[in-house]
């Protein structure tokens, strides 16, 4: 999923075992939620930091989430301009699940550890 057009590369967290939560998630999506996700992920690529509400929101800490219809896309911005999508969910209330955001937010620490690893080469 890394391109690199509109100026922000967009990638995703990839676990040791190879697999991709925001992948699978993608993947399992289909009509409106699908349309939503990848335009979300393509306004990103655009935009990057500048893309503000309704389309991202900021979650705290680094970590925002683009918001569809229902889709919610977590992610964080890394150095050079890329942004890692983490995870997503169907949200149909108004918080984020306690046990969902625990495991975006564990996600998130991961990616900030390679971060720290690559910066001490």
Do not use: C
């Amino acid at each position: 999923m890394a391109e690199e057009q509109g100026g922000w590369t967009i990638d995703e967290y990839t676990t040791e075992g190879g697999e991709s939560p925001v992948r699978a998630f993608i993947s399992g999506l289909s009509g409106r939620d699908e349309v939503d996700a990848v335009a979300l992920i393509k306004l990103l690529e655009e935009r990057g930091n500048t893309l503000r509400p309704p389309h991202s929101k900021p979650l705290g800490a680094g970590l925002f989430e683009l918001r569809g219809n229902q889709v919610r896309i977590f992610y964080v911005f890394r150095p050079g301009r890329r942004v890692t999508l983490l995870h997503g969910i169907l949200k149909k209330q108004d918080e984020i699940p306690l046990k969902e955001m625990r495991h975006v937010r564990r996600l998130q620490q991961a990616v900030l550890a390679t971060d720290r690893k690559e910066a001490k080469r």
